[in-house]
Each structure stands twice: as structure tokens, then as C-alpha cells.
């Protein structure tokens, strides 16, 4: 029905800068919400940042000041700009998405996740 599909993870060095993106697709009425939760190993998986339902954003204090969400909405895309990377940033970054489908039923939608690794 509706899919989430990431790209943009890798590996950069501490300091570096990575720009993540998520596409969603499928059966949409409306994107309700729409943003990044991450899962280092061993951790449970945490938000990042997302868009809000009003449109507004929340960043993770540990982000703040470092990461960037931006949108665009008419291609229901998502896009984080990270800089500054810092070792403990390595996670799995996967996208989120609460949306209302053609079908008039509310969907959670996850994607499969991008690997990002900050190491020297």
C-alpha cells in the first residue's frame, strides 16, 4: 500500500556530513507525519527528528544544532542533512511515516533503514 525507501547512508569520518533521503509511495491520501528515528547496537531505536502534523519540527537534543529536516512535500520526501557527525551518531537510520491512505485508514509506515557508520 504505502512504501518508505531511504538512500544517502555510508561511511564518513568524524566531522563529515551526510544527507539522508526517504521517499514515500503507494496508495496516500495525506502524510500526517514524517521523520527519522535511529538504533545504534545494543540500544533501543530512538527519534531523531520528524514534521509534525501542524508541520512543525523536534529534533533530539543530541541532534540539535547539528541535523536538518527539510521536505518536499509534493513528492512526499524527506530529507536529513547531517553534519558535524560525531562516533556515537552510527546507527541504523530508519524513516517514519504516519499517513492517511486512499482507503481512509491510518497507516504506520517504516522503512527498511540505511546504515550510517561514523568512524575514522
Known amino acids: 500500500q504505502v512504501q518508505l525507501v531511504e538512500s544517502g547512508g555510508g561511511l564518513v569520518q568524524p566531522g563529515g556530513s551526510l544527507r539522508l533521503s526517504c521517499a514515500a509511495s503507494?496508495?496516500?491520501?495525506?502524510?500526517?507525519?514524517m521523520g527519522w528515528y535511529r538504533q545504534a547496537p545494543g540500544k533501543q531505536r530512538e527519534l531523531v527528528t520528524t514534521f509534525t502534523r501542524g508541520g512543525s519540527t523536534v529534533y533530539a537534543d543530541t541532534v540539535k544544532g547539528r541535523f536538518t529536516i527539510s521536505r518536499d512535500n509534493a513528492e512526499n520526501t524527506v530529507y536529513l542533512q547531517m553534519n558535524s557527525l560525531k562516533p556515537e551518531d552510527t546507527a541504523v537510520y530508519y524513516c517514519?511515516?504516519?499517513?492517511?491512505?486512499?482507503?481512509?485508514?491510518?497507516?504506520?509506515?517504516w522503512g527498511q533503514g540505511t546504515l550510517v557508520t561514523v568512524s575514522s
Open positions: 503507494g496508495s496516500i491520501l495525506r502524510v500526517n507525519t
Open positions: 517514519n511515516a504516519a499517513v492517511l491512505s486512499t482507503t481512509w485508514e491510518l497507516l504506520e509506515v
